[in-house]
């Protein structure tokens, strides 16, 4: 079993920064995989960032130049810098982590952190 906790999620002005951070525990050799979902009010939860062991990492289309995802596999921890942030991108935001190599990791959830961003 796997341990997921945010944190970092704040009010912001539009055009400041964020950096979430998620913190892994329990069975660490588990996490291969792991990225960020973003869910707003009435919208469908979307994934926003992923990462593999290796370091390869996605973006959504709205969130490449201004986001980027990084880890400690050590740790690990998880970290989403956000950046230029737009009202947009005010949500609940998810960290999430898979046992393979996946590019939608879904096998363990964190229980989100809120980012909103006023314009």
């Known amino acids: 079993q796997v341990q997921l906790v945010e944190s970092g999620g704040d009010l912001v002005q539009a055009g400041g920064s964020l950096r979430l951070s998620c913190v892994a525990s329990?069975?660490?050799?588990?996490?291969?995989?792991m990225g960020w979902y973003r869910q707003a009010p009435g919208k469908q939860r979307e994934l926003v960032a992923n990462?593999?062991?290796?370091?390869?990492?996605n973006y959504v289309e709205s969130a490449k130049g201004r986001f980027t995802i990084s880890r400690d596999n050590a740790e690990p921890i998880l970290y989403l810098q956000m950046n230029s942030l737009k009202p947009e991108d005010t949500a609940v935001y998810y960290c999430?982590?898979?046992?393979?190599?996946?590019?939608?990791?879904?096998?363990?959830w964190g229980q989100g952190t809120q980012v909103t961003v006023s314009s």
């Open positions: 999430a982590a898979s046992q393979s190599l996946s590019t939608a990791p879904n096998d363990y």
């Open positions: 329990g069975n660490i050799l588990s996490v291969i995989s």
């Open positions: 990462i593999d062991w290796y370091g390869n990492a």
